[in-house]
């Protein structure tokens, strides 16, 4: 796909512009008096990079080296070993950009993923314990991380004894606004059924063309964003019903795009002056822990 060729350009570009560096002798180590925290992951081949090793034997890591590159520029390296482990210590309050190579070419750049659901190929590491990425999967020059390190690199240490009770009644009070406030933003994208989105469960963040958008162009792409990286497995399997008020169904060639959250549409040109209602339902999180993507249906109408 042209997308995934031009991204690939781009981290290429990014890295080399950061002063990254894909050969990999040693793990460059922070100074003594840095603050710093341990970033940790599993890089197992996903059948996507089968090959023999050097002696001879079946290649079992997706990436056989790790880098960080913040946004000064300095590059901190470090090798995944045989068991597909790797372990890197960053200084903290710093931005990062963290790839992974294999025999010295590029494999992939790590997607993070805020709170919200929106994916970037940055992070600012927050001061705190190891942050685990955990099993990290390689969907075309994305990297996919299936532990929630987002929210381990924004946790705030509780105070004990008596302020522990509050600040837990304060987290609880905070995380039922979030819900609320995610179910609200979720009517606006479109109609998810009668039962209520439950707290973290996977859904549709975005649409295009948008719900209730008009005078929308006959040529529009039709895309959906999930709040996590989904399951291209999937993607043949989902229903994606896009019908206008004639009856008629449009005929959709879905495909994921470059990034790994987001599902495109290609399609013919929609007919003019016509109000469509657009339905998908059975996709599935990459993280198989995530579930099932909440089913969604919106509706524009073209100019």
């Keep these: 796909m042209k997308t995934i060729k031009y991204k690939w350009l781009l981290t290429i570009a990014l890295l080399v512009g950061l002063g990254g560096c894909l050969s990999v002798e040693r793990e460059k180590m922070p100074s003594e008096e840095a603050i710093t925290r341990a970033v940790t992951g599993f890089v197992p081949s996903n059948g996507n990079l089968q090959g023999l090793a050097e002696d001879g034997s079946e290649e079992i890591c997706a990436a056989d080296a790790v880098h960080a590159t913040d946004t000064s520029g300095v590059t ?3 090798l995944v ?3 597909c482990f790797f372990s890197l210590y960053l200084e903290v309050d710093k931005t990062y950009a963290l790839s992974f190579s294999r025999d010295d070419e590029f494999v992939a750049t790590l997607l993070f993923r805020d709170s919200e659901g929106h994916g970037s190929y940055s992070l600012t590491l927050e001061e705190g314990s190891e942050l685990s990425l955990g099993e990290v999967v390689i969907v075309g020059t994305s990297a996919i991380p299936s532990d929630d390190f987002q929210a381990q690199n924004e946790a705030v240490v509780e105070n004990e004894g008596d302020e522990e009770g509050s600040d837990q009644e304060e987290s609880q009070s905070q995380g039922d606004s979030e819900a609320k406030e995610e179910a609200a933003e979720v009517g606006d994208i479109g109609d998810i059924g009668d039962v209520p989105l439950s707290s973290g469960e996977p859904h549709i963040v975005k649409t295009i063309p948008s719900n209730g958008a008009r005078n929308v162009a006959t040529s529009e792409a039709i895309m ?4 996590c990286a989904i399951d291209p497995s999937t993607v043949g399997k989902a229903y994606f019903s896009v019908g206008d008020s004639n009856g008629d169904h449009v005929i959709c060639d879905l495909e ?6 987001e599902i495109i549409c290609k399609h013919a040109d929609l007919l003019t002056e016509m109000a469509y209602t657009l339905n998908v339902e059975g996709l599935k999180c990459l993280d198989t822990k995530k579930g099932t993507i909440r089913s969604l249906t919106w509706h524009f109408e073209t100019k």
């Excluded at 959906?224 to 709040?227: F, G, P």
Aim: aromatic residues 0%; charged residues 20%; hydrophobic residues 30%.
């Design 256 to 261: 994921l795009s470059a990034s790994p959250d």
């Design 81 to 83: 070993d045989e068991n």
């Design 224 to 227: 959906v964003q999930a709040s």
């Design 76 to 78: 901190a390296n470090t």
